[in-house]
């Protein structure tokens, strides 16, 4: 069977995937890598119907592909610029059929979880960007607090029901928007990612990333633009992934780095693409601000409230460096696939 693709240049071409499952990797710890593979080799969708691409992304050692059976179509290539911007980049550059799937080197996917992303993305036409439910396999029990931050390990259940918004029904922005971790893609909907990424990568990696093991937000600016531009992003319950997660992520310092971090990133992306919730702040009252929020959290009382704290300073932080130093992309229209191009609308 061959399915029909347009490149970012207009053309259209006939592919015989309908879908390509990437992975960025670098040095993926062995044991969660052979389980992500696994997964992958005990789908339902036909083998015939898509191909995994792995990304390296700087690793010491390749990572290897023994556990993927030689039924299963995959290639390899190295992106030596560091960070998941790039390495997303290159994989979107890099293959070419109708839907891309990006997994992380840790998330394995139920057997029927390529089926399912599949027949979603085929349902709704005009979702552009869309993501499911992944849930944790912890390899030591949890802390007590960990459902405060539940959120920066990228696990996500928003319920039973297949949901979609586009920008312009209004409202508030949903908190089940699609993120990095089993991110589906329309590759029609991508042709002025490209573009973003040739003209703005620099920003992207100021606004949105800090490396050092804090995250970044570069799913976010995806799927902001691809909002930006008219189409729609979606839940799709069926699609399920198990985040496998070791035990120095559980550790609190951790989560200090981190979410502060990641808060600070958001507010910064989301004013770039003009989905900002907050009016930025005056650098010069931030640190009384996120003293009164110390307060207000109660962050004294235990690993929880400071967590919430931290999060809180993040934001805070975020929305005073918008005040020192505005980043706003310009709106502009994709010069093909746009999401109007192929009428109707999809309601939630």
Known sequence: MRFRVTTPLGTVLAVSELLTVAIPTRDPEP?????????????????AAWELCVVDNGSATPPSLD??????????????????????????????????????DDTVPDPDALEAAARFMTAHPTVGAAGGRIVPRYESPPPEWISEVEWALALRDFGKEELTWRRSQG??????????????????????????VETYGERIQEVSWTGKGTGGNEDKDLVLLLLSNGWAVGYAPEFRLTHLISAERLRLEYFERLVPALGRMWMRTSYAHGFEAFSPVSPASLRLRQAKAWWVCRAWRGPRERLRWLNTCGHLAGLAAVRARPVRYPKELPLFGSASSLGGSERA
């Open 31 to 47: 044991g969660r890598w052979r389980a992500v593979l696994e997964g992958l080799a005990s789908q339902t969708l036909g083998d």
């Open 171 to 196: 409202g508030v922005f949903p908190v089940w928007t699609p993120i990095g971790a089993g991110l589906m893609l329309r590759r029609e909907a991508l042709d002025s990612y490209y573009r973003h």
């Open 67 to 104: 556990a993927l059976p030689s039924r299963i179509g995959r290639r390899m290539f190295r992106e030596e610029k560091p960070g998941l911007l790039w390495a997303r980049l290159a994989a979107m550059k890099n293959t070419r059929a109708p839907l891309l799937l990006f997994l992380d």
